[in-house]
T-cell receptor, first 114, second 111 residues
Framework: DGGITQSPKYLFRKEGQNVTLSCEQN?????MYWYRQDPGQGLRLIYY???????QKGDIAEGYSVSREKKESFPLTVTSAQKNPTAFYLC?????????????FGPGTRLTVT | GENVEQHPSTLSVQEGDSAVIKCTYS??????FPWYKQELGKGPQLIID?????GEKKDQRIAVTLNKTAKHFSLHITETQPEDSAVYFC??????????FGAGTRLTVKP
């Protein structure tokens, strides 16, 4: 059963703590993405990775970090430097081919920082 | 960069009626336009997409139209059902790493 998994579904942290969100895919996709979703807004790109060991900043990368050590995994760390970390985080993946732009999304992780 | 605007932000229709959601984009180089449906607490699911070399695409009760000259595209849902209730997002892209999303439309289908 192919797809993207994100864990956990809900995450609670105290302010000042770093937290890492998991994203795994078994679709054999080269590209992976992290988006942030806030109420009433579209998805905003945090980071993306086109291949293993390479990643690029998106529009709102400040306060976040990622790694891409394996093709299947693209974890996102929300650092204490992120000023407003409470949000719904979505991971996605896609093929890299020039005609294959379709992105497949995971179920999301809702992070609450108090 | 690309900017996508989506209207309306909320839409309420009676079961069986049609629903239309409209999006405009700013970058004429965009060539891929997907529509996603997001149910509460879940990730978005692709429901239909269209590329710039096509003006219209239909899949059962769902259709998308694209006007490249005016730089707008629309989602049409006919014979709406309560299970169509969700948030719908449009997006525009010219390459994998640059997909821009609209702010979303919350569709409510009243039984």
């Amino acid at each position: 059963d192919g797809g993207i998994t994100q864990s956990p579904k809900y995450l609670f942290r105290k302010e000042g703590q770093n937290v890492t969100l998991s994203c795994e895919q078994n679709l054999n996709h080269d590209a992976m993405y992290w988006y942030r979703q806030d109420p009433g807004q579209g998805l905003r790109l945090i980071y993306y990775s086109q291949i293993v060991n390479d990643f690029q900043k998106g529009d709102i990368a400040e306060g976040y970090s990622v790694s891409r050590e394996k093709k299947e995994s693209f974890p996102l760390t929300v650092t204490s430097a992120q000023k407003n970390p409470t949000a719904f985080y979505l991971c996605a993946s896609s093929n890299r081919g020039s005609s294959s732009y379709e992105q497949y999304f995971g179920p999301g992780t809702r992070l609450t920082v108090t | 960069g690309e900017n996508v605007e989506q209207h309306p932000s909320t839409l309420s229709v009676q079961e069986g009626d049609s629903a239309v959601i409209k999006c405009t984009y700013s970058d004429s180089a965009s060539n891929y336009f997907p529509w996603y449906k997001q149910e509460l607490g879940k990730g978005p699911q692709l429901i239909i997409d269209i590329r710039s070399n096509v003006g219209e695409k239909k899949d059962q009760r769902i259709a998308v139209t694209l006007n490249k000259t005016a730089k707008h595209f629309s989602l049409h849902i006919t014979e709406t059902q309560p299970e169509d209730s969700a948030v719908y997002f449009c997006a525009a892209s010219m390459r994998n790493n640059d997909m821009r999303f609209g702010a979303g439309t919350r569709l409510t289908v009243k039984p």
